[in-house]
């Protein structure tokens, strides 16, 4: 049966005191040892709200008291310190007919088999796993296949899931000591690799859902990452090779069912706290920017249709359905399309980010849509209202600053939802944030060998045919390692 209470804490966790929210609720959940109870923090309240409440007979909704609203009728005003808090309780006439699952994120096992490299010292393990050294075992260990547009299909060798989950790479490593210069978002990627790209990334998620028909049973998603160009300079190691490359994994439903909830307050959970901010304080322009792109195939989901039901995430994200499912990967329009909201994607952030660093700043110049951004977002009172709550934030709190810092990093994701709809969704994330966790779904990487050793035959399997329809669809030659042949 699911609990009788649930409560929430709404806010905010990096700004100040909007994220006294989320502090009660850690508190609650400290104090309170009841199996009754349930406690869970989120950055977005309205529709995205409701549907955590579902199979609960009442429900305790903390948040800040803004100074332009008053309690809701029947709330509770709390005082702490200098903040005000609502706690609004809801209740409901009726009990719960039948069990409910808890819909939060979920924190998942995936054993590995330790990887025998010798770490360099004075290197961290990802430095070194990310450094053109490490590229040979990439190819010689893991490598599937190659092609001359130096795409490399790999197996994960610290994978996501050991139920299907292998990458793609755009293996820049000839240019590694001039990385400004290399691409680090599809959108800077020749045509003619970007036509493979797409081509690869077609057929390998039809394999998936060949594979995996049943959208009750699996969750399938394909995300594409991409690291600021910059960060090898700006940080200890090496500059990385994996400056852009799409991951393709599989979970079981069950198996997410089953894992322990992950911990609500994980920093890449919350996206850095750029959403929630464009949500809760300009969610209208944010919308309306994305509702003016030219765009046919991809509709914006109605409220609520694009979570997954067992973690209920994505939050605050922008998402569409891809009309015609599957069918519609086959078409140019389509990748055109996932383009076109990248490009929107980028403009709205660097927008935004060039008001908070310079007060009336002109239009960015190398931006995609000019005319949108000069007439949606640089002539908004609320755009610009926001970036200057950020930049006099920014200027008093080095802390502050440091975290919501435009960190050119996004995650662009396509994924199967609960309806066996395709959906895709986007963010800009902390760079270190897992693919996965756009979807509520932390993986936990165990060494244990055994048990990898288990799932690697069915998984080998698999990947040996995808590599296979690729080779058939002149994508790439097959690539001989210790553990299988070209």
């Not at 809760?280 to 920017?289: G, L, N």
């Amino acid at each position: 049966m699911s609990a009788g209470t649930l409560v929430v804490g709404l806010g905010n966790p990096i700004l100040s005191d909007d994220g006294v929210g989320w502090r009660v609720a850690e508190r609650v959940r400290e104090a309170v040892d009841d199996a009754e109870v349930d406690v869970l923090c989120l950055s977005l309240g309205g529709l995205s709200l409701v549907e955590h409440l579902a199979g609960y007979r009442r429900a305790i909704i903390v948040e800040p008291l803004m100074p332009r609203y008053s309690a809701r009728p029947g709330a509770r005003l709390v005082r702490a310190g200098r903040c005000s808090i609502i706690a609004n309780e809801y209740s409901r006439a009726t009990p719960s007919t039948g069990p409910a699952m808890q819909s939060a994120p979920r924190e998942i096992v995936t054993p590995f088999r330790p990887i025998p490299l010798d770490v360099p010292e004075g290197m961290k393990p990802n430095e070194f796993f990310n450094s053109t050294e490490n590229l040979n075992d990439l190819l010689h260990n893991n490598g599937l296949l190659r092609n001359p547009e130096g795409l490399l299909l790999y197996r994960k060798a610290l994978g996501h899931s050991n139920e299907f989950d292998t990458s793609i790479i755009y293996n820049t490593s000839r240019a590694i000591l001039d990385p400004l210069g290399r691409p680090v978002r599809r959108t800077q990627v020749p045509e003619a690799v970007k036509n493979v790209w797409n081509r690869m990334n077609q057929i390998l998620f039809d394999y998936m859902l060949e594979l995996y028909p049943d959208p009750d049973k699996h969750l399938v998603l394909a995300g594409e990452a991409s690291l600021d160009a910059t960060w090898p300079l700006t940080s200890p190691g090496v500059p990385s090779i994996r400056m852009l490359h799409n991951h393709f994994i599989v979970f079981d439903k069950q198996a997410l069912r089953d894992a322990p909830l992950a911990d609500a307050s994980n920093p890449n959970l919350t996206d850095g706290g750029q959403h929630s901010l464009f949500q809760q304080y300009m969610r209208d322009v944010y919308r309306a920017f994305f509702d003016e792109l030219d765009l046919e195939i991809l509709r914006p989901c109605t409220p609520g249709s694009c979570k997954i039901a067992i973690t209920g995430y994505p939050q605050g994200l922008p998402s569409w359905e891809v009309t015609g499912g599957a069918e519609s990967l086959k078409e140019v329009r389509f990748w055109k399309e996932y383009d076109i909201l990248l490009k929107g994607f980028i403009d709205f952030y660097r927008a935004f980010f060039s008001q908070v660093s310079t007060r009336n700043a002109p239009l960015p110049g190398d931006i995609y849509f000019p005319a949108l951004v000069e007439e949606k977002l640089q002539f908004n009172n609320d755009f610009l209202k926001s970036a200057k709550m950020v930049r006099d934030r920014c200027i008093k709190d080095a802390k502050y600053a440091n975290s919501i810092r435009w960190q050119p990093a996004f995650k662009q994701l396509i994924y199967r939802n609960d309806a066996g709809k395709l959906i895709v969704t986007i963010s800009q994330n902390s760079i270190g944030n897992a693919i996965t966790e756009l979807l509520g779904v932390v993986v936990k990487r165990v060494p244990d060998a055994e048990a990898y050793g288990q799932a690697e035959p069915a998984l080998i399997e698999k990947l040996l045919e995808a590599r296979r329809r690729l080779v058939d669809a002149d994508l790439g030659e097959g690539i001989a390692t210790p553990h299988w042949g070209a």
